[in-house]
């Protein structure tokens, strides 16, 4: 038996480890996985691997996986030809918008979208032609926040300064548990390493989070606050760090300061306190400590970023790094330079340039906030949603009100979903059409070698061969652009595979032909465990892309949200929101049906103080019934004294147990879905991301 070697990286969520995955030739000439390690090798992730990516072998022959196009007759589905596939595609969406007009087809392009290059390079070559406004991902259950506050104050919504975890002396993390995501908006394969080496040079870990959390545990400091509050305690410190005096001079050209001060005069930590629950003279040591470190700097991630207050969170975290000096700055927060460059090739983006038909929530870059999707839907009227591509995605089980949406899908004319699985989702769709699995493909990480805390590339080749008659991602949508094109007599580009586009962009980017490492994607074989680039270094100045080239520390939308925040009510007493949580062996909601990452104890219960249980009568383990303004489930309730009382937690991407799913494993434990209790009325109202954290719920015996 010949066994071979391979290195490539795992690209299921963002720390992308370099694996080593051994292949053996089978007896029929074919090639089975034997073997995936993390590759000690890989200058940047050192061996460091997760459970998920020793799963990799399960995806590849996971039986349920489809492996041909699709086609629901009734409750059934069919196997349908590729061709037959793609002109069926185009003829009901042509005319659905030749009745409707482009906008009565929706788009929802999910997680994975940003983890496979060919749906980066190649989904909008099909998508693009529908030209509709019903744009709608992830972003805007995720980190949209994110993006508008870099899009207005640096003039480029990717221009996202990373943590500078390996140099810094004080790392104040709000709203990320990277120790069980593995580190996100923060690209740090073997973060745990990384934090306690913080540690281990004399600095510090501080963790803001309503749950102390598995990243909380190892950390120096830990605070509960209020979910929701995160504003209300960085504005505290903000306010701190001006009126004790504990500002740093910056080197980088700021415009609006003076503004943010005023604006914040009035948001002191006493003031703070009541709206986060962290007391105020707390507020105000963590604001010396910070200022006092030799470096610094302030994380903030997905548990801010999905709360009423999401943009602004995210503001007071780039400022307080900006006036603590930590913004561009070694040891504090550093935007990357990158092989391939998103920055340098696409325009800063866009926003609140036209809005959502009902609600009016408004657009950031092409895309509608997904709260608004099953309104769209379900509200009729000129331009109405009737029809919907999802790519990549699962909204049923990762959007807020997910019931509502089914409801919205079950009503439509037509709905096709490039993905892998009959899911949640896609057993409403009248066609599914699969792609190869991540080790069939290449794959070169133009997204989260954005992120990531060193600068890196490297190309990874397909492990196993193409199947006969299976297309890739970036085919299908090729497929598609073709036919709908030829059906509607538009005019089309040629194209090119993802892998030579990578190499003009390789070629043309920092490290290419005119640098001395000469990187393309042929001399990126030459280094299969990736290549480093160096740490991360001050470079924000001249890379800014607003108008006047200067940091707009007080952007107009912004400042005029701080109504908003000062108008919010002051908590009620006994009230219980509910708090998300993500496990090491789960990624979203498809990654539930391999047996070797769901075996032994579940992992879908709620979490609740155990004085939260006693007041309510509740024992350990019991069934309960959670509620909401949307509706109620069922699910196991675990007493926790990581809670912090008054907060319950759920992960997400549960809820298996619907009709005409076919994950076989998944549904032998279904848990039940979050989103079946998240309100899409709850919003950053500001940037239009969902709310997911701190949903108010009532919970009681089932
Ligand atoms: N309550 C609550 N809700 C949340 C969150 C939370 O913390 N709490 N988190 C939010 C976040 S951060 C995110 S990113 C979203 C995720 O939301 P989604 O992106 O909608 O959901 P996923 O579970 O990632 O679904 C991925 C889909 O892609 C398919 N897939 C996997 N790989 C490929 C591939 O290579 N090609 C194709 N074509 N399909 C593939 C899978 O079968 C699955 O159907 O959920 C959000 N929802
Ligand atoms: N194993 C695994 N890894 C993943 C994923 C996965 O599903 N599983 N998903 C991937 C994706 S798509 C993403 S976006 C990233 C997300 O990566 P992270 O941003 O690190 O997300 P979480 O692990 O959900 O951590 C969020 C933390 O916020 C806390 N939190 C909730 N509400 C609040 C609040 O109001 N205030 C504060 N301060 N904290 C709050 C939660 O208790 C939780 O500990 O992870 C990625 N990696
Ligand atoms: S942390 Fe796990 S899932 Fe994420 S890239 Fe590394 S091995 Fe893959
Ligand atoms: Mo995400």
């Known amino acids: 038996m010949t066994k071979t070697l391979n290195y490539r990286a ?14 053996t030739a089978t007896d029929d000439a074919g090639l089975q996985i034997t073997s995936i390690k993390g590759d000690a090798q890989d200058s940047f992730s050192r061996g460091h691997i997760c459970p998920k990516a020793v799963a990799l072998q399960d995806i590849q022959n996971d039986p349920d996986r489809l492996r041909h196009p699709m086609q629901r007759v009734g409750s059934e589905w069919q196997a349908i030809a590729w061709e037959d596939a793609f002109a069926l595609v185009a003829e009901r969406l042509a005319a659905i918008q030749e009745r409707h007009g482009q906008n009565a087809v929706a788009v929802y392009q999910g997680n994975p979208s940003v983890h496979n290059y060919g749906l980066m390079t190649h989904s ?11 744009r709608y991902s992830a972003t805007s259950v995720d980190q949209l926040p994110h993006h508008l506050t870099s899009h207005l ?28 995501s593995n580190g996100s908006i923060m690209t740090v394969p073997d973060v745990e390493k990384r934090l306690r080496a913080i540690q281990a040079r004399g600095g510090k870990v501080v963790v803001v989070d309503p749950r102390r959390s598995e990243t909380a545990a190892i950390a120096d400091q830990h605070l ?39 604006a914040v ?20 040591q963590l604001a010396r400590d910070f200022a006092a470190a030799r470096t610094a700097v302030c994380y903030g991630r997905m548990g801010i970023s999905t709360q009423a207050f999401g943009t602004l969170c995210h503001w007071l975290v780039q400022l307080i790094n900006l006036i603590s000096g930590n913004l561009d700055r070694v040891g504090g927060a550093l ?77 439509l004319e037509f709905m096709v979903s490039i993905d892998l699985y009959i899911n949640e989702t896609t057993r409403y769709a009248d066609l599914i059409l699969p792609s190869t699995s991540a080790l069939e493909n290449d794959h070169y990480d133009t997204t989260f070698n954005m992120f ?138 498809w990654m539930h049906n391999y047996h070797r990452l769901v075996k032994g104890k579940p992992r879908h219960q709620l979490l609740m103080h155990p004085e939260d249980l006693a007041s309510r009568g509740l024992n350990d383990g019991q069934r309960v019934r959670v509620s909401s303004r949307v509706g109620a489930i069922e699910v196991e309730v675990l007493g926790s004294v990581e ?60």
């Open 10 to 23: 795992c690209h299921l969520c963002e720390a992308i480890c370099g694996l080593t995955i051994e292949t």
């Open 124 to 134: 909008n070559y099909f998508l693009g032609l529908l030209k509709t406004r019903n």
């Open 153 to 180: 104050m640096y003039g480029h919504g990717l221009l996202l300064p990373i943590p500078d975890i390996d140099h810094t002396d004080f790392m104040l993390i709000l709203g990320g548990n990277p120790l069980a």
């Open 224 to 262: 509960f606050v209020r979910p929701g509050g995160d504003a209300a305690l960085l504005f505290g410190l903000l306010n701190t760090l001006f009126s004790e005096g504990l500002t740093r001079d910056s080197h980088l050209p700021v415009d609006g300061l003076e503004e943010v001060r005023q």
């Open 265 to 284: 005069s009035g948001f002191n930590a006493e003031a703070m306190s009541p709206l986060c629950a962290v007391p105020a003279a707390q507020i105000r």
């Open 335 to 411: 935007c990357t330079e990158p092989a391939v460059d998103l920055v340098a090739s696409t325009s800063g983006g866009h926003f609140n340039q036209w809005q959502s038909r009902v609600s009016g929530r408004p657009e950031y870059g092409g895309e509608l906030p997904v709260s608004a999707l099953a309104e769209e839907m379900l509200t009729e009227g000129e331009g109405q949603v009737r029809a919907l591509v999802t790519v990549a995605g699962n909204p049923v089980l990762s959007t807020p009100n997910g019931r509502q949406l089914e409801q919205a899908l079950d009503g």
């Open 452 to 589: 990531a805390v060193r600068n890196v590339s490297r190309f990874n080749r397909a492990i196993l061969p193409k199947p006969e008659g299976a297309l890739h991602d970036w085919e299908i949508f090729v497929g598609l652009a073709k036919a709908f094109a030829a059906r509607t007599g538009k005019e089309l580009k040629p194209t090119m595979a993802p892998a030579q586009m990578i190499d003009f962009g390789l070629r043309a980017g920092r490290y290419g032909d005119a640098s001395a490492y000469k990187l393309s994607v042929a001399s990126l074989f030459d280094h299969p465990h990736g290549i480093d680039l160096g740490p991360l270094k001050s470079n924000l100045a001249p890379r800014l892309k607003t108008a006047n080239q200067r940091v707009q520390a007080a952007p107009p939308a912004i400042l005029a949200d701080l109504a908003r925040f000062a108008a919010q009510q002051v908590p009620v007493a006994d009230e219980l929101l509910l708090i998300g949580r993500r496990h090491v062996r789960s990624n979203n909601s």
């Open 643 to 702: 809670m912090m009382k008054g907060v319950v937690s759920l992960p997400h991407g549960w809820g298996h147990a619907r009709p005409g799913v076919q994950m076989t494993i998944a549904m032998g434990q279904p848990g039940s879905s979050a989103n079946d209790l998240t309100d899409e009325q709850q919003l950053d109202e500001l940037s239009g991301n969902a709310a997911l954290n701190g949903v108010p719920v009532t919970v009681a015996a089932a």
